[in-house]
């Protein structure tokens, strides 16, 4: 039963998305692994890397490390071997993330409301919070007038649905609170975008809004590393395809896999 979940039918296109043609490494992770809060290994010495123009997916059922992959590669986590690395900024020093942001990461996590945004702050201070060192709200002190502008701007320009911006971004809806952190996460042009689990709960319109963006970003050059259990989400974009199991890469695949060729890798039972 759950292999015929997971494998579902069989099909050699499932998009009419184009392949990529990629460029230099901007993510690397070389032989990395790492361990969960009760000390187990979930990520063990895991190498791959994520070049300009393209999406490589990391697809496999929930709880086999995709979590605390996400979280090393982000600096959220510090791996017990190996590292990430973006350009020379590598994982395991003490502000790894300011460090990673710096260098061109954005970051679209798997829990939206707990870490994606402020629950109790106002949708304009959750993405304005993500430009202040930038210049574009002001340099020394914050121009309310440039934020205002700037909000308005991207909250227009990612269709997210809020009669006020000064509205909590608790009141959401699953697809406009993920849509306002695409916003600010997005719209600073960054080279490299991490992203998990980023349509889980959200309806149909909301869903293909999301994966367009991450086509529309590595069209224009940056690298996409797409984190998911949902097979036909990964095999519809990706570019490349990593099957993680039991926190290892078992297999992988190149262009547009068989969606039963990829199941059964996730399952274990790859041939």
């Not at 020093?93 to 870490?115: K, S």
């Amino acid at each position: 039963m759950l292999a015929e979940l997971i494998v579902g039918e069989q099909h050699d296109e499932l998009s009419d998305v184009p392949l990529a043609t990629p460029g230099e490494a901007v993510l690397k992770v070389s032989q990395l692994s790492v361990k969960n809060r009760f000390g187990k290994t979930m990520v063990d010495d895991v190498s791959f890397d994520v070049r300009s123009g393209e999406i490589v997916g990391v697809l496999g059922i929930a709880g086999n490390g995709q979590t605390e992959l996400v979280e090393a590669v982000t600096g959220l986590r510090r791996p017990t071997g190996g590292y990430a690395a973006i350009g020379s900024v590598r994982t395991g020093g003490r502000d790894t993330v300011a460090q990673f942001r710096r260098a061109g990461m954005g970051h679209i996590p798997e829990d939206r409301i707990g870490r994606g945004m402020a629950g109790f702050w106002s949708v304009e201070d959750n993405i304005a919070i993500g430009f202040l060192d930038t210049g574009r709200i002001g340099k020394h002190v914050v121009s309310r007038k440039a934020k205002s502008e700037l909000v308005k701007g991207l909250l227009k320009a990612f269709d997210v649905r809020v009669a006020s911006s000064q509205n909590l971004a608790r009141r959401l809806s699953g697809g406009n609170a993920q849509k306002m952190v695409l916003s600010r996460e997005l719209s600073q042009n960054p080279s490299i975008i991490v992203c998990s689990e980023p349509t889980r709960g959200l309806d149909l319109a909301a869903t293909d809004f999301v994966r367009r963006q991450l086509v529309k970003r590595r069209d224009q050059g940056a690298a996409v590393l797409l984190v998911s259990s949902e097979i036909r989400e990964v095999l519809a974009i990706a570019d490349r395809v990593l099957v993680i199991l039991n926190g290892r890469i078992v297999a992988q695949f190149a262009g547009r896999a068989a969606e039963a060729d990829v199941g059964r890798a996730m399952l274990g039972d790859a041939k």
